[in-house]
C-alpha cells in the first residue's frame, strides 16, 4: 500500500499525496494537488534505516554498475530469498542517491501487486505531473511516458524503485522505459528470466557474511548495553544461517526476554519449541518489520505451490527441510519413494486423476516443482552439479517442518530416509559424493532420530555405516555402530531383531579394524542369543556362525576356522540345499582357509570345483562368479602357476571392464591382482609402473586414506624394493607407516605390516630398522 491522503508539510519537509490501492480497486482522495510539484520530490516512503544497518558488497555492485554505465539506463533487480535485506539495501541505494543529489525525482512503490504498481505510478503522475487522479491508470501510464527522455525537455534524474515484485508478469508494460537520465531498482523473490533483458540486469542478494553477522549483531546488542561474548554470538550467526532478518528478531527476542545468546541458543537447538516461539510477536518486531521469519516465507511458498505443475512444490519442500541444508543429490528428489510422497501429499485440486487415485508424480514433474521452488528463492536449484543439487537454507527447513503435525513429520522422515537409501550407489565409486549422503543422513538423523526407531531401526542407519567403513573411515564405522546399538538399544531393546543384527556389523567392523579376537569372540556370543531367538538352523544363524569362523581364522586360529566352516556347510546343505547362494559362500571361505593352511594346490582344486558350480547356478556374469576366478588365479600363483595366473588375471580384467567399467572396486582389484602376478613372474619393475597407475586412480576414486589406497602403496614400495631401489622403498614405507598409524591406528594389522616392511627395507638400504 501507498501513503494516502492529501499531505501537508512544514520546515521544508516533503508532501506525499496519493491513493490507496487494495488488490483490484481503487479509493481515490479527490484532494490531490492540481499544481506539478518541484524538484527535487520524493513519491512514496522509503522504509526507515534498520538499527545498526550494515553496509554491504551488494550496495558496491549496485553503485559500480551505474557508474560504469555512464548516462546509460540500467535497470537493476535484487533477488534473494525472504530476509536477506533486499529491501534495506535498496533504501539505502535510494536514500544514498537522494541524499548526494544526484537524483530529481524519486518513486518508491510496493509492487506486490499489479494494482499496487498501478496505483504507485498513478500516485507519482498526480505528484509531478498534476495528472487527474480521477483516472488512476492514466496518470500511471502519463506518468511512464514522462520518464521516456523528449528532445527540448529539461532533463530528470529520476530513481524507480519497485520494492518486493511478487510475480514478474505484474511488470508487464510497467518496466520504466530507456532514458540517459533515469534508472531503475527491483526487489523481488523471483528469480525467473522474464526478470532480465535489455537493460536489465540481476543482482543476487546473499546472507551476511560471519564477519557481517557478528558486527551487525553486536552492534545491536550494545545499543540496548548488552554484551555477550564473542564466541557465543559467532555461534548464534551460525546457528540462524547468516539471515539479516532472523539476526535482527533473535536479538529483539533476546534483549526483550532478558536471555544470554548462550541460553537463546540452547532453545533454538531444542526440539520442543518451534521457531515461532523464539522471535518477537508480531507487535513487538524491530525496524518496522510486518512478518516474523517463521511466517516470511508462506506466502512464497503457496505461489511456487500454484506454478505448474501445481500443487508439488509444498510436498517437495517438506521432503527437502528434513536433509541437509548444503547440498542433496539430484537423484534423492526423483526416487521412487519421492515421487510417491509428492504424488500422496500433492494439493487435490491440482491433480488430474480422481480424488482417491492422484495422477501419479513423474520424475520431470518432480524437477519442475524444484524448478517452481527456486524460482521464488526458497531454494538453490543448480543441476549442472547433481551431487549437491539442491541446498535449502536451515531456517526455511526448520518453518517448514513446525507447520507439520507429529505424525505427518514423522511419515515426512521416514520417506526422506527411504528416498536416500533408494538414490545411494550401491557401489559407491566417488568418495566426495559419498560424504554428501553421509552429511545428508546426518542431517535426517538429527532432526529425527525417534521417527527412524519406529517401528523399527531405519535401514538409513545400516547403510551410512556401510558407508564409513567402505569409504576406508573403518574405526568411524565402528564408532557410528557401538552409538547405533546403544541408541537401538534404548528406542527397541536389547532383544529386538534390529539391534542383534546392529551388533553383529559391529563385531564385523570391529575386525575390520584390526581387532579380530574382539569381533570372533562377539560374534560368538551373538550365534547363541540368535540361536535362541529364530532357532539354530535359521538364515541369521548361518550367516553369524560363517562371520565367526571368518574373523576366528583372522584371529590366528586357522585350523579352528576351517573346522567351523566344515560344521557349518554340513548344516547349510542339510537345511538350504547343496546350490544355495550361502552354501557356495561358505565352500569359498573353506578354500581359502585350505590355503591358508599350507594347501595351495587343494585351494585350488578346491576353487576350480567351486566355480564349475557357481557358473552352472549365477551363470558367468554373476559379481561372485567374478571373484572367484580372481581367487582361484589367487591361488595358482601359490600353487606356482604364474604364468597361468597372470593369463587369468588378464583375462578376468578384461571382463570386469566389460561388464563393471573401468572405475568399479572389483575392476581396480583385479588390476591390483594381475600387477601382483607380474611381480611374482619376475617382472618387478612391470609390476611397480602398474601399481603406480592404480594408485593415481584409487587415490581420484576412493580418497588417499582408503585401505585400498593403503594397500597399493604397500605393493607399490614393495615393487620398487624388489625392482633394486631399496632406498626408495624404504622411503615410501617410511610415509606410508605414518599414514596408517594416523587411519588405522598403531596396532592394526596392517599398520605392523607396514612397520615390518620398512624395517626390512631399511636394512637393505643399510640404514638400520625403525624403532
Known amino acids: 500500500m501507498s501513503r494516502t491522503g492529501a499531505a501537508t508539510a512544514s520546515e521544508g519537509g516533503l508532501a506525499n499525496t496519493g491513493y490507496l490501492a487494495i488488490d483490484s480497486f481503487t479509493l481515490v482522495q479527490q484532494a490531490a494537488p492540481r499544481t506539478p510539484a518541484s524538484w527535487p520530490h520524493q513519491v512514496g516512503v522509503l522504509p526507515s534505516r534498520a538499527l545498526s544497518f550494515q553496509h554491504r558488497a551488494e550496495v558496491d555492485q549496485l553503485r559500480t554498475a551505474v557508474d560504469n554505465g555512464g548516462t546509460a539506463v540500467l535497470t537493476q533487480v535484487l533477488t534473494g530469498t525472504g530476509g536477506v535485506g533486499k529491501t534495506q539495501l535498496a533504501a539505502d541505494y535510494a536514500r544514498t542517491a537522494w541524499d548526494s543529489g544526484e537524483v530529481d525525482v524519486l518513486v518508491w512503490i510496493n509492487a506486490s501487486s499489479r494494482s499496487a504498481i498501478t496505483a504507485g505510478y498513478a500516485q507519482a503522475g498526480v505528484e509531478v505531473l498534476a495528472a487527474d487522479p480521477g483516472d488512476p491508470e492514466q496518470a500511471a501510464r502519463a506518468f511512464l511516458a514522462w ?109 526483550d526476554a532478558d536471555l544470554a545468546c548462550a541460553s537463546y541458543r540452547e532453545l533454538l537447538a531444542g526440539r520442543i519449541r518451534k521457531l515461532a516461539d523464539l522471535l518477537p510477536e508480531s507487535g513487538a518486531l524491530p525496524d518496522d518489520q510486518s512478518a516474523t521469519v517463521a511466517a516470511t516465507w508462506s506466502l512464497s511458498i503457496e505461489r511456487a505451490n500454484q506454478i505448474r505443475p501445481s500443487g508439488l512444490a509444498r510436498p517437495m519442500l517438506q521432503l527437502a527441510a528434513f536433509l541437509g541444508p548444503n547440498g542433496i543429490p539430484a537423484t534423492v528428489f526423483t526416487s521412487q519413494p519421492a515421487l510417491a510422497h509428492i504424488t500422496e501429499r500433492r494439493t487435490p485440486s491440482s491433480t488430474g486423476g480422481t480424488p ?164 570372533a569372540a562377539g560374534l560368538e556370543r551373538l550365534v547363541d542369543t540368535l540361536a535362541q531367538m529364530f532357532g539354530i538352523d535359521h538364515p541369521g544363524v548361518f550367516a553369524t556362525r560363517h562371520n565367526y569362523a571368518h574373523w576366528l581364522g583372522e584371529a590366528g586360529d586357522v585350523a579352528g576356522a576351517a573346522t567351523a566352516m566344515e560344521q557349518l556347510l554340513r548344516d547349510e546343505i542339510r537345511v538350504l540345499g547343496p546350490d544355495h547362494p550361502g552354501v557356495l559362500a561358505t565352500r569359498e571361505s573353506i578354500a581359502t582357509w585350505q590355503g591358508k593352511l599350507g594347501d595351495a594346490v587343494g585351494a585350488k582344486a578346491a576353487y576350480e570345483q567351486l566355480l564349475q558350480d557357481q557358473l552352472r547356478v549365477l551363470g558367468p556374469d554373476h559379481r561372485r562368479v567374478l571373484i572367484t576366478r580372481g581367487n582361484l588365479a589367487y591361488w595358482r600363483v601359490k600353487a606356482g602357476d604364474a604364468a597361468g595366473a597372470a593369463t587369468a588375471f588378464a583375462e578376468l580384467l578384461d571382463d570386469c571392464m566389460r561388464m563393471l567399467g573401468p572405475d568399479h572396486p572389483d575392476t581396480l582389484t583385479a588390476r591390483n591382482n594381475l600387477a601382483l602376478s607380474r611381480g611374482e613372474a619376475g617382472d618387478a619393475a612391470g609390476a611397480a609402473t602398474a601399481f603406480a597407475e592404480l594408485l593415481a586412480d584409487r587415490e581420484r576414486l576412493l580418497g588417499p586414506d582408503h585401505p585400498d589406497t593403503l594397500v597399493t602403496r604397500n605393493n607399490l614400495a614393495l615393487s620398487r624394493g624388489e625392482a633394486g631401489d631399496a632406498a626408495g622403498a624404504a622411503t615410501a614405507f617410511a610415509e606410508l607407516l605414518d599414514d596408517y598409524i594416523r587411519v588405522l591406528g598403531p596396532d592394526h594389522p596392517d599398520t605392523l605390516t607396514a612397520r615390518h616392511n620398512l624395517a626390512w627395507w631399511r636394512s637393505e638400504a643399510g640404514d638400520g630398522v625403525v624403532d
Open 147 to 255: 520518464l521516456e527522455p523528449k528532445t527540448g525537455q529539461k532533463p530528470c534524474r529520476w530513481l524507480v524503485v519497485l520494492d518486493d515484485l511478487a510475480d514478474p508478469a505484474e511488470m508487464r508494460g510497467w518496466w520504466p522505459p530507456t532514458s540517459r537520465h533515469g534508472r531503475a531498482l527491483v526487489t523481488t523473490r523471483r528469480r525467473e528470466a522474464a526478470l532480465t533483458g535489455a537493460g536489465r540486469r540481476l543482482v543476487t542478494v546473499g546472507l551476511f557474511t560471519p564477519q557481517e553477522a557478528a558486527a551487525y549483531f553486536t552492534a545491536v546488542l550494545a545499543a540496548h548495553d548488552r554484551h555477550e561474548p564473542t564466541d557465543q554470538i559467532n555461534g548464534l550467526a551460525a546457528d540462524l544461517g547468516y539471515l539479516p532478518l532472523a539476526l535482527a528478531q533473535a536479538a529483539a527476542y533476546i534483549i
Open 356 to 519: 482417491h487415485e492422484p495422477t501419479p508424480v513423474s520424475a520431470e514433474d518432480a524437477v519442475l516443482a524444484l524448478r517452481a521452488l527456486h524460482r521464488l528463492s526458497l531454494i538453490d536449484h543448480t543441476p549442472d552439479t547433481p551431487h549437491q543439487a539442491v541446498r535449502v537454507h536451515q531456517l526455511i527447513q526448520r518453518a517448514t517442518r513446525d507447520t507439520l503435525s507429529s505424525r505427518q513429520r514423522d511419515r515426512v522422515a521416514r520417506t526422506a530416509a527411504d528416498a536416500l537409501v533408494f538414490a545411494w550407489p550401491e557401489t559407491e565409486r566417488e568418495a566426495d559424493l559419498a560424504q554428501i549422503f553421509r552429511s545428508n543422513a546426518a542431517a535426517l538423523t538429527a532432526y529425527a532420530e525417534d521417527a527412524l526407531h519406529r517401528p523399527d531401526c531405519h535401514r538409513l542407519y545400516q547403510r551410512v555405516g556401510e558407508s564409513l567403513g567402505d569409504s576406508g573411515h573403518v574405526r568411524a564405522a565402528v564408532r557410528h555402530f557401538q552409538q547405533l546399538a546403544d541408541t537401538s538399544t534404548h528406542h527397541l531393546g536389547p532383544d529386538h531383531p534390529d539391534t542383534v543384527a546392529i551388533r553383529a556389523h559391529l563385531a564385523d567392523w570391529q575386525g575390520k579394524a584390526g581387532d579380530a579376537a574382539g569381533a
